[in-house]
């Protein structure tokens, strides 16, 4: 049998799993990628349960991926917005969405991420197809890809042109 933890393993992937392996880390660490802060969105955009968020979203703080932010006094509510090391997971993320693309979906990717200056496709290095920056999470925009079905993807995702207002000059 698996054991239910890696800490006997020494070895940076077993960590990494200690923090970030299960499905529901990582999928809230995607949507944090994408800008999502507050509890009631996450919930809203993955369906999971109130008390295995609240779980998850504890734990992400106390590994500090998280910072916990007080936007509400009345009712007393709080935000988790991406630390430093939080914002580092968006390499992971990309490879294995990269990876999801070109194996499991058969090229047709559900989304795809466009460099939020210019316009031009990520590829699988993060790298800028167009203007060749290399781009992290904040430089980032989602749009609906080729296996793609819009309403599914949230709202950062309608289908259209990056705007003027969104590229730098």
Known sequence: MLPRTYEQEICSVAATLEVLGDRWTLLIARDACLGVTRFADFQARLGIARTVLSDRLTRLTEAGIFERRRYSEQPERFEYVLTERGRDIWPILNSLMTWGDRHLKGGQAPYVIHHRRCGGHIDDRRRCETC?????????????????????????????QITESEQIG
């Not at 925009?141 to 079905?149: E, F, M, S, T």
Request: avoid cysteine; aromatic fraction near 0%; proline fraction near 14%.
């Open 132 to 160: 060749g920056q290399e781009v992290d999470v904040t430089d980032v925009v989602r749009l609906p890809g080729p296996g793609g079905r819009p309403a599914e993807l949230g709202p950062d995702a309608e289908s259209r």
